[in-house]
């Protein structure tokens, strides 16, 4: 079955650049039925999806709207997993942190095991 | 975006009862593209429901969800002690993704 392994450090100084990777096994994230998220919880915003990287005839992406101008996820073919980069960072962004995966008709069926991202200096 | 608003806050019932979790979204979701998560502490969410209706895989049939438009409905048959826990819904009817803030089952 499909598995999804997240690493990524786990504390963040305010300004820098948040990056976290999810490893997937048991698919491709190349595959043409899949689209592969980022969201994030806590106790303020809830969950909160961030952004999603997805592959059909090109590679696309859809950003969420509070963070649209700070993120990025790329999709790495060579070692078949996805990253998330979130810049400029400050304490809002402390969160827990799950990358997950999921057809375009059925929801997001897959989940890392969340990582849990403070923002401090 | 669409705004998703999920009630009760929370539902406090006993084991054997019947739980009716409520979402209502901002505008319509397309195609009826309505998921629904559970969630126990310490755990990522689990998807439970998918296009409003159908059952994920290895799901419980006293799990079942209704709804179309900006209405959608999660009912769990008869509680089992394992089902209290947090419920989220989640649109992906448009480009951006959105989940509600959720309903707590708890005990009574």
């Known amino acids: 079955q499909v598995q999804l392994q997240q690493s990524g450090p786990g504390l963040v100084k305010p300004s820098q650049t948040l990056s976290l990777t999810c490893a997937i096994s048991?698919?491709?994230?190349?595959?043409?039925?899949?689209?592969w998220n980022w969201i994030r919880q806590s106790p303020s915003r809830g969950l909160e999806w961030l952004g999603r990287t997805y592959y059909r005839t090109n590679w696309y992406h859809d950003y969420g709207v509070s963070v649209k101008s700070r993120i990025t996820i790329n999709p790495d073919t060579s070692k078949n997993q996805f990253s998330l980069q979130l810049k400029s960072v400050t304490p809002e962004d402390t969160a827990v942190y799950y990358c997950a995966g999921g057809t375009g008709a059925g929801g997001m069926d897959v989940w890392g095991q969340g990582t849990t991202v403070t923002v401090s200096s | 975006e669409i705004v998703l608003t999920q009630s009760p806050g929370t539902l406090s019932l006993s084991p054997g009862e019947r739980a009716t979790l409520s979402c209502r979204a901002s505008?319509?979701?397309?195609?009826?593209?309505v998921a629904w998560y559970q969630q126990k502490p310490g755990q990522a969410p689990r998807l439970l429901i998918y296009g409003a209706s159908s059952r994920a895989t290895g799901i419980p049939d006293r799990f079942s969800g209704s709804g179309s438009g900006t209405d959608f409905t999660l009912t769990i048959s008869r509680l089992d002690p394992e089902d209290f826990a947090v419920y989220f819904c989640q649109q992906y009817g448009s480009s951006l993704f959105t989940f509600g803030p959720g309903t707590k089952v708890d005990f009574k």
């Open positions: 048991g698919d491709s994230v190349s595959s043409k039925s899949t689209a």
């Open positions: 505008q319509s979701v397309s195609n009826s593209y």
